[in-house]
């Protein structure tokens, strides 16, 4: 199984990027997808969150800003993000997850992450 998240990189107060995560080895139209942003010497955070279904979920901090979406043809999940300030710096980690038939538990597997950097 592989998550390969792509997109980040530098950008000024108030810019936009797109991030990806390509996902391979998993029936992907299955899983739960998330978003994940984890701050210099911080915890990872949750951001957004798609379902199978396409039912979306914001962390409150990106309500507004940020747009999660997903293209199951192609496997992947997209992370629009408007309106960037510095506190949105940091490393963007995707996860897929679906609970196991039958079983308490989950499969939950997690991409490499991509760097957002917001600064002028």
């Known amino acids: 199984v592989q998550l390969q998240a792509s997109g980040g990189g530098l950008v000024q107060p108030g810019g936009s990027l797109t991030l990806s995560c390509a996902v391979t080895?998993?029936?992907?139209?299955?899983?739960?997808m998330h978003w994940y942003h984890q701050s210099p010497g911080r915890k990872r955070e949750w951001v957004a969150v798609?379902?199978?279904?396409?039912?979306?979920n914001y962390d409150d901090s990106v309500k507004g800003r940020f747009t999660i979406s997903r293209d199951n043809a192609q496997n992947t999940v997209y992370l629009q993000m408007n309106s960037l300030t510095p506190e949105d710096t940091g490393v963007y980690f995707c996860q897929a997850k679906r609970k196991i038939p039958g079983r308490d538990g989950f499969y939950e597997y997690w991409g490499q992450g991509t760097l957002v950097t917001v600064s002028s």
């Open positions: 080895g998993i029936t992907f139209s299955a899983y739960v």
């Open positions: 798609i379902n199978a279904y396409g039912i979306k």
